[in-house]
């Protein structure tokens, strides 16, 4: 028989913390389930109150890695991790005022509202912003300092901003504490500062992108300078491209409705931008092939005289390297660019004035119609004219879109991506999503864009029918089915254009079969989303209602009818509608 090797067995590492391993305590708490409320947990907590740096700073690093695992959220929760968290966010050591916010940053981000609103009643806001006050003070950026220790501590103000947006975006009285201003000189001097790094001023961007959402009361004239001052430097690098759109956004929540009725000159520079960012092909980012990734000459120290094998291996190990290199800055620059268009894509939605009042407006059609026929139309309007439909945005925002393009790139910026490209982001969930949000942010802009623009605007009467088309596809791919949020973008698209053809050239759907509509009449009964369902029903009665302006009854408008009155009585919710 042969020798069998006996399994060795290491004993334990040494504990200088007493601490254990994330990944000890992730297993501890499977084998535990539900049941997390275990010493491990507690010894963590405590160790943040113990007079020894290390054992703090290990002990909120243990934190921000726990914070995703199922089941220990609830259980920080009930050990008052969050109280004593934040007096470390002041602590003397950098070192764990940088792991304590990373922890409630975490925290924020998994515990979503529930945690969010908790932070702001124990009082989290207090020592975050008595941090962020201090930018600059002291000896922070004295030349001393290592580089190291520099990029450190704007990661820890990086680390401030970002959890001070996620407060905000969950909890609305984290918004008010911002409004008297108090932050603005500071952020001001930080965006300034040849000391921040660009990281620190993308998430202090970032931050008043979120807190100046609605929130008029910090249109301040610094700060206003401040983010013209942003836009109008140079976009070398995919952050900064996100910087100065984000910027752009930061402007838009400013001014608020002043933009859309404002000159210009104050306009076009904001639309150029999004322009630019929406044509960027960011889909095509992803077939980049791995020599092009590796072309880059490995740099190598001269001084090595040494040859043969020792020094070939060393140039693989250079030439793997700068190719990892290569593709984590590729990967983050797609994400980078994902983000700028997004934001892009809210942007040109928030300058159009568009509500949801106009869809009523389309449900009592039928007095609107007969208030038309006693009342003579002016000689100079003609069926189908375009010009029957007043803009919803100024002339000169209305020009702006369409020189720069808007409506051709937002249509671009909707559609799906190619099956090669999906293939390649089955491996990258996270990448996926963020496409995926993309698109459906595409489809809410483009609602507004038709919603907002006349006709001509949008391409003609042609091209929307082609769109409804399209729209109409992507209504019964199998992903829209799946996903809510993309099922209700569609739909809300597909309802701005059919308005708009209704208004503009009715004529489109005179020859509509009911196999065209099958799809709706079964959104608009079994679909589980109330939203999806508005949307599916006025569809359909905006096709009812171009049907029945017909001299002839179009045998469509029975089924139509059918259909509205099941919706009446079956659907408990259609009055809310």
Request: hydrophobic residues 40%.
């Amino acid at each position: 028989m042969g020798k069998v090797k006996k399994k060795k067995f290491s004993a334990p590492k040494p504990r200088p913390t007493g601490l254990p391993s994330v990944g000890e305590c992730e297993a501890e708490i499977e084998l535990q389930g539900e049941d997390v409320h275990s010493a491990t947990l507690q010894t963590i907590v405590e160790k943040l109150q113990s007079p020894n740096e290390e054992n703090r700073e290990c002990a909120c690093t243990a934190i921000a890695g726990l914070a995703s695992h199922p089941g220990t959220l609830a259980a920080f929760l009930k050990l008052n991790v969050i109280k004593i968290l934040g007096p470390l966010v002041l602590d003397h050591s950098w070192d764990i005022r940088h792991r304590a916010l990373g922890a409630l940053r975490n925290l924020s981000v998994d515990g979503e509202v529930t945690v969010c609103e908790e932070m702001v009643a124990k009082d989290v806001l207090t020592p975050v912003l008595a941090l962020v006050q201090q930018f600059g003070s002291g000896d922070q950026f004295s030349e001393k300092e290592t580089q190291r220790r520099k990029t450190m501590i704007c990661e820890t103000y990086a680390h401030a901003f970002y959890l001070l947006q996620n407060l905000c975006e969950n909890c609305t009285q984290a918004v008010t504490t911002f409004s008297n201003g108090q932050l603005i000189p500071v952020i001001c001097t930080i965006l300034d500062s040849e000391c921040s790094t660009e990281d620190l001023k993308l998430a202090v961007v970032e931050f008043l992108y979120t807190v100046t959402e609605d929130n008029t009361a910090m249109c301040r004239p610094d700060l206003v300078e401040c983010v013209h001052r942003i836009m109008s430097k140079s976009t070398d690098s995919s952050t900064r491209v996100l910087m100065k759109t984000l910027a752009s956004g930061v402007l838009v929540n400013l001014e608020g409705s002043r933009l859309t009725t404002a000159r210009g000159d104050l306009v076009v520079p904001i639309v150029t931008t999004m322009s630019d960012v929406l044509a960027v092909n960011v889909a095509a980012m992803l077939t980049v092939q791995d020599n092009d990734m590796t072309d880059t000459p490995a740099t190598t120290d001269t001084s090595d005289v040494n040859a043969g094998t020792e020094t070939d291996t060393d140039k693989d190990v250079l030439k793997q390297n700068n190719a990892a290199t290569l593709e984590e800055k590729r990967l983050c620059d797609i994400k980078n660019l994902l983000k700028a268009q997004k934001v892009a894509l809210e942007v040109v939605a928030n300058l159009c004035c568009s509500d949801d009042e106009e869809w009523e407006d389309l449900n009592s059609s039928e007095s609107s119609t007969e208030e038309s026929a006693e009342t003579p139309m002016e000689e100079d309007i003609t069926e189908g004219d375009s010009s029957v439909v007043p803009l919803c945005v100024s002339t000169e925002l209305h020009t702006a879109y369409v020189s720069c393009g808007i409506v051709e790139k937002v249509l671009e910026a909707a559609q799906p991506l190619a099956a090669e490209q999906l293939l390649i982001l089955q491996e990258n969930k996270s990448l996926l999503e963020r496409f995926q949000s993309k698109q459906t942010h595409a489809l809410l802009c483009l609602n507004n864009l038709v919603s907002s623009l006349d006709t001509e605007a949008l391409g003609g009467c042609q091209k929307l029918y082609t769109v409804w088309q399209g729209l109409l596809q992507l209504s019964t791919s199998q992903k829209s089915i799946e996903e809510e949020e993309v099922l209700e973008a569609v739909t809300a698209a597909m309802r701005a254009v059919i308005q708009k053809l209704a208004e503009a050239d009715p004529s489109k759907f005179q020859a509509v079969q009911p196999v065209d509509l099958q799809f709706m009449y079964e959104m608009s009964t079994k679909c589980q989303w109330p939203e999806v369902r508005v949307n599916a029903i006025r569809i359909v009665s905006t096709i009812g209602g171009i049907l029945a302006q017909n001299p002839n009854p179009h045998p469509l408008l029975k089924d139509i009818g059918v259909l509205l009155l099941e919706v009446v009585c079956k659907d408990s919710g259609f009055m809310e509608w």
